[in-house]
């Protein structure tokens, strides 16, 4: 949206696009900015649970009002001083561009899944039409489910700067921001977890796509998601380090 001209930039403060957060509930929600949900550093309170387990986002799930719920929340941290990998952070920024595009999965399947060849049946919505990632059971949360070829597309536009077929999907200045550190954490960019000479998304389960541009790799792993989270870092480590 950035390369298209329908946001200035990452540091456009939230409250312009969500009229809740221009309330006045908490003053400090005025000084989040794109940035700072894109490299999870908002401020926002926010009380962990295990694998999506989490009791604010249970509370949250019981109300239409997302926007409302979340505008109600306090910033006990301030903004882009602090890493904490939250939901609301993800949700804010769903909304934003959804308001901005008119429908952010109308404008992620024309812009980005079309022009790399993926095929994805939608993403749920609530009452409310805020997109998530987690449906309200299996069928309507698969919809949104990328092949493991699907995933590896997507890291080989990283890897290339953008170019994906010889097409310019999105521009090499955005992946090279995406994939820097962020002030507030330096093993994270904007939603893309970095380390030496790696780069890479990590999904609930043990999904994960990983980068290596030295050596030109790009990695993806699929797994059913269990009770116990697993993670197959050890299996990623070991395999890109017998690749010459």
């Known amino acids: 949206m950035i390369d298209r001209g ?31 949900l894109l490299t999870m550093s908002s401020g926002l309170y926010w009380i962990g649970g295990v694998h ?14 997302w926007m409302g719920y979340i505008a109600d929340i306090t910033v006990k941290d301030v903004p882009g001083t602090k890493y904490v990998y939250k ?57 949104s489910d990328l092949t493991a070829m699907e995933m590896f597309k997507i890291g080989q536009m990283f890897l290339q700067d953008g170019i994906y077929q010889d097409k310019q999907i999105v521009s090499k200045e955005y992946i090279k921001m995406a994939i820097s550190p962020s002030p507030a954490n330096p093993g994270y960019g904007f939603m893309w977890w ?37 993670g197959y870092d050890d299996f990623i480590w070991d395999t890109i380090d017998m690749v010459q």
């Open 6 to 36: 329908m946001l200035k930039s990452v540091d456009e403060p939230v409250y312009r696009f969500i009229p809740q957060f221009h309330e006045g509930r908490d003053l400090r929600h005025r000084n989040i900015t794109l940035r700072h």
């Open 52 to 65: 999506y387990h989490c009791p604010m986002l249970d509370q949250m799930f019981r109300t239409d009002d």
């Open 87 to 143: 939901e609301w952070d993800i949700i804010l920024l769903t909304e934003v561009l959804n308001h901005v595009s008119g429908d952010i999965y109308a404008f992620i399947n024309d812009n980005l899944y079309q022009p790399l060849g993926i095929q994805s049946a939608g993403w749920f919505q609530t009452a409310a039409s805020t997109y998530y990632t987690n449906g309200t059971n299996d069928k309507n949360e698969k919809r």
């Open 194 to 230: 970095r380390g030496e000479g790696w780069y890479g998304c990590r999904g609930y389960g043990g999904q994960s796509i990983t980068v290596v541009p030295k050596k030109k790799l790009i990695m993806v792993t699929q797994a059913a998601p269990t009770a116990r989270g697993m």
